[in-house]
């Protein structure tokens, strides 16, 4: 079993940028790849970004790329996700979600049903 722990979501104004923490705990060595995923009031969740553990790749969504960086810190067991140049559309609760499944990042990690475990969520609000 994997435990997972996001924070770091609050209010912030349209162009701002929040960094969100996803804390891992359990057992994380079986963990291959890290994704996050938000879910906006009366929408479905969709993908953001996700990396591979093993190989350090990154993949994102188009509607944030360029504006949000995954990145991953094998010591701590913790993946960030910082949002920068944020959009009212950003609104939403942002999951981390773990999988312990191999699969090639581009193709497998948008897709919510190869993911093992997920966190509670956090809550992002941005303001215009």
């Known amino acids: 079993q994997v435990q997972l722990v996001e924070s770091g979501g609050g209010l912030v104004q349209a162009g701002g940028s929040l960094r969100l923490s996803c804390a891992a705990s359990g057992r994380t060595f079986s963990t291959s790849r890290t994704g996050w995923f938000r879910q906006a009031p009366g929408k479905e969740r969709e993908f953001v970004a996700a990396i591979s553990w093993s190989s350090g790749s990154t993949y994102y969504a188009d509607s944030v790329k360029g504006r949000f960086t995954v990145s991953g810190d094998n010591a701590k067991n913790t993946v960030y996700l910082q949002m920068d140049s944020l959009k009212p559309e950003d609104t939403a609760v942002y999951y981390c979600?773990?999988?312990?499944?191999?699969?090639?990042?581009?193709?497998?990690?948008?897709?919510?049903?190869?993911?093992?475990?997920w966190g509670q969520g956090t809550q992002v609000t941005v303001s215009s």
């Open positions: 979600a773990a999988s312990s499944r191999p699969g090639t990042l581009w193709i497998h990690a948008p897709r919510q049903g190869t993911y093992d475990y």
